[in-house]
């Protein structure tokens, strides 16, 4: 019995407040100087930045090869002050939404961008963290990638205690909330890291016309320790991908960065 109630305190103490309303938090700044120039491929980075702590190596990160310059850079596991100096940095537009609240610290997703932002929102996801009662989000926003309208999000879905089922779930959210939009990028930490999962999501967007873009990015998380897991990924729909992978430096995370070339 008493094994059970020690059981019963440690979990009431894993709750994490959840930000429920769709509204916000929301936090949004623009540091962009003069007018972005399109080059010949559009450059998409996606950054799970473990609790959102190494700001300055992902800063550093960023400003190397192949991160350096890039259009959008879709981001986890973030709080707002470390996103706008982020954005202040390396000049860049950014809309974050916080879902929830771990080690009293806001923690949720953001999309930067060195092109005009326009409309965004957040989706909060289906299915609470068996756990710590913590609900995951997806943060949306309408971006002139180039010159051209592309719906982005970016996202991070729940860990493999949450189930296979649920997590899909959460994936089909998204695909719900994205419809018919046209040219559509999903990035993010989609934590496939149980047998077989990566397989049902890859399958899961190209039933909804969507190519898996960042393919040549594999090994990027470390849920065992090492960076032997594919956790990252980004899909495009109507959109070319050309190239990808990881970055291989420090940067600050038990996940690599990763890196998608696209046509404009």
């Not at 894993?14 to 003069?34: C, K, M, Q, T, W």
């Not at 916080?98 to 996801?125: E, F, Q, T, V, Y």
């Not at 990638?145 to 991070?156: E, F, K």
Request: proline share 5%.
């Amino acid at each position: 019995m008493r094994s059970v109630l020690v059981l019963l305190a440690a979990t009431a103490c894993s709750i994490e407040p959840n930000y429920l309303d769709p509204e916000g938090p929301r936090f949004a700044g623009d540091h962009a100087v003069g007018e972005p120039v399109a080059g010949e491929t559009i450059r998409v980075v996606s950054y799970n930045l473990a609790f959102g702590r190494e700001i300055e190596k992902a800063i550093a990160a960023l400003g190397r090869e192949p991160l350096a310059g890039a259009d959008v850079i879709l981001m986890q596991e973030m709080e707002s002050v470390g996103v706008d100096e982020i954005a202040a940095a390396l000049q860049l537009r950014y809309v974050y939404y916080p879902a929830s609240i771990k080690n009293g610290r806001d923690w949720g997703n953001a999309i930067l961008s060195r092109w005009p932002l326009g409309a965004d929102h957040k989706l909060l996801l289906p299915h609470a963290d068996p756990y710590s009662d913590s609900r995951r989000i997806a943060v949306a926003a309408e971006v002139e990638l180039a010159g051209r309208p592309v719906l982005i999000y970016s996202t991070h879905t729940a860990t493999p205690t949450l189930g296979l089922g649920a997590r899909l779930d959460q994936l089909d959210a998204i695909l719900e909330d994205a419809g018919d939009a046209g040219a559509t990028l999903i990035g993010g930490d989609l934590n496939t890291a149980d047998p077989g999962s990566a397989g049902q999501v890859k399958e899961t967007f190209a039933d909804h016309g969507f190519a898996w873009a960042s393919d040549g990015a594999t090994d990027t998380g470390s849920a065992w320790g090492v960076y032997d897991t594919t956790l990252d990924y980004v899909f495009a729909r109507e959109l070319t991908g050309l190239a990808s992978g990881a970055f291989d430096g420090d940067a600050g995370s038990d996940h690599k960065p990763i890196w998608v070339e696209l046509a404009p």
